[in-house]
């Protein structure tokens, strides 16, 4: 099967599809950072060694950049990338375009596809995959969430809830029979527009799949039902073109789990083709696994993969990564290097160095484990309380809760309080502005937000620190053999542009969940 992969990261979603016998007809990135780790796992280019020898890649390409040398455009800000078609800029877009085939292209899709506006022979080639028999199957994608994440700014008019937009627009293009596009939960929760009117974004971008030929199917699912060691929610659209899901057996049952799943996107479907963009809100509900009778239909359905499979622990993931008496690897850790063999082999283990922990962050560490294992939101609040300098004491309660627990002492010794003064004098000793750290839960899944070093510390009392990137990526579902390029971490204004190893793993789509997805869409592909 041949698809095209926007939004490509580190290669997450790609990863998982290579794995289930898809095969990669082009890619487009827009960070330099990313591409550097996609490059290196999927095109077996190392640019780092490249720009070193002052070499260009043959299989890594720009759309357009201020830069000649490969150097530079490591770090180049991807904001700053020329238009693909501005002479003075220095672009890699051979003008035999069958070269392409295969590629990572490393610019902004909104440039694409002005690209693609402009070059009819390159929309030919793109939708035949280069001449292949079966044509373009599948067209995949993850377009950057920040304003559309619970946590971020939620601006209705940002540049960034363009791109899901963008990505319809390479779809129209192209013409895959199937889109697959994948976004935060966040989607789904509307924004208020200037007038305090509602907007649904995740409405309006189905009803630009259907505008273009295509039924959209919209589903809210979580990773940790896929498999995965992380309690991860997140919005699937799949848009079938109409042509291919009129000739497919699995949807021409009347009462199957396949047909109820795109009853109402039929019906939507037409819909849009009569009223066009002014279908107001309310036509096309979507599938919820939170709910039993969502997912009892999933379950039966052609999607069963998203779902059925038993939840995996943060400790699973990771025990075996211990520093301190560290076990052998899980069940489930021996099954996903099995998984995803298709990668070369390495003879060491990567991106697993420790950050510097001080002595003040690693009590408060040890801190957030108890808080952790006493799971008590009120017990939270009052240390919290302390710890940001609100309150000048804890409840009595509080401290009944936290005295039977040993905490970390200026002396590296692991020991309890004698008294609620010395237990309250420890929290003022230790404050934090720090408003979402918190230490994992070794049995249970790990939260969603993980992205950077700071958002979780270890569940081990003896293994006080950040999770290191090869941590991170265990919960994530990458295998050993997937390695992190460019820079570890980054700050301040650069974090607005550079995307380092922590937030390539944050970032991506979990590796097995694109692999479920690519197995449930392969089911549809004839």
């Not at 035949?128 to 601006?155: I, K, N, Y």
């Amino acid at each position: 099967m041949n698809h095209i992969e926007l939004f490509a990261g580190c290669g997450g979603l790609s990863l998982g599809l290579k794995h289930c016998g898809y095969n990669l007809t082009l890619a487009n990135e827009l960070s330099p950072m990313a591409a550097e780790s996609f490059a290196y796992n999927f095109l077996s280019e190392n640019l780092e060694e490249l720009a070193r020898l002052d070499l260009l890649p043959s299989k890594t390409v720009w759309l357009n950049s201020n830069h000649n040398q490969l150097k530079p455009r490591l770090r180049e800000n991807p904001f700053t990338y020329p238009p693909f078609d501005d002479s003075a800029g220095c672009s890699d877009i051979p003008e035999e375009l069958e070269d392409l085939k295969g590629k990572l292209v490393v610019g902004s899709v909104v440039e694409l596809n002005r690209l693609l506006d402009n070059s009819p022979e390159l929309v030919d080639k793109l939708r035949t995959s280069f001449g292949s028999e079966r044509g373009l199957d599948l067209v995949s994608g993850g377009p950057p969430c920040q304003s559309f994440s619970m946590a971020g700014l939620r601006q209705k008019d940002s540049d960034k809830n363009t791109l899901p937009w963008e990505f319809a627009k390479f779809v129209k293009h192209t013409k895959p029979k199937v889109a697959l596009l994948e976004n935060v939960t966040g989607i789904l929760r509307p924004f208020k527009d200037s007038e305090g009117n509602a907007y649904h974004a995740w409405y309006e971008v189905a009803k630009v799949f259907a505008s273009i030929g295509y039924y959209p199917l919209c589903i809210h699912i979580n990773a940790r039902f896929a498999g995965i060691a992380q309690n991860r929610p997140r919005f699937i659209m799949i848009a079938v073109r109409s042509d291919h899901f009129e000739q497919v057996k699995l949807f021409q049952a009347a009462d199957s789990a396949n047909a109820k799943l795109f009853d109402q996107s039929l019906k939507f479907y037409s819909l849009v083709q009569e009223q066009s963009g002014s279908l107001p809100f309310g036509h096309l509900d979507y599938f919820d696994v939170s709910k039993s009778k969502d997912k009892a239909l999933i379950e039966q359905s052609f999607l069963c993969g998203l779902v059925n499979h038993k939840s995996v622990s943060v400790k699973e993931a990771l025990d075996d990564l211990r520093r301190n008496g560290h076990s052998e690897p899980s069940e489930f850790v021996k099954k996903l290097n099995i998984q995803f063999n298709k990668l070369p082999h390495r003879n060491e283990l990567l991106n697993h160095e420790d950050r510097n922990n001080g002595e003040v962050v690693r009590r408060r560490f040890r801190l957030y484990q108890v808080l952790a294992d006493i799971n008590d939101r009120s017990v939270t609040k009052a240390v919290f309380s302390v710890l940001r300098g609100q309150s000048e004491d804890v409840p009595a309660s509080v401290w009944s809760l936290c005295s039977p627990h040993p905490f970390l002492q200026e002396n590296e010794t692991l020991s309890q309080f004698s008294s609620v003064e010395e237990f309250v004098a420890y929290l003022k000793a230790h404050p934090t502005k720090k408003q979402t750290q918190k230490a994992l839960v070794a049995d249970s899944p790990a939260p969603a937000a993980l992205s950077i070093p700071d958002d979780a510390c270890h569940y081990d009392k003896h293994e006080l620190r950040v999770l290191t990137v090869r941590e991170m990526a265990r919960i994530q579902s990458f295998p050993d053999n997937f390695v992190f390029r460019s820079k570890i971490t980054t700050g301040g204004q650069m974090r607005k542009f550079e995307v380092p190893q922590y937030t390539q793993v944050g970032n991506a789509v979990p590796p097995l969940l694109g692999l479920r997805l690519g197995e449930s869409i392969a089911k549809i592909l004839m």
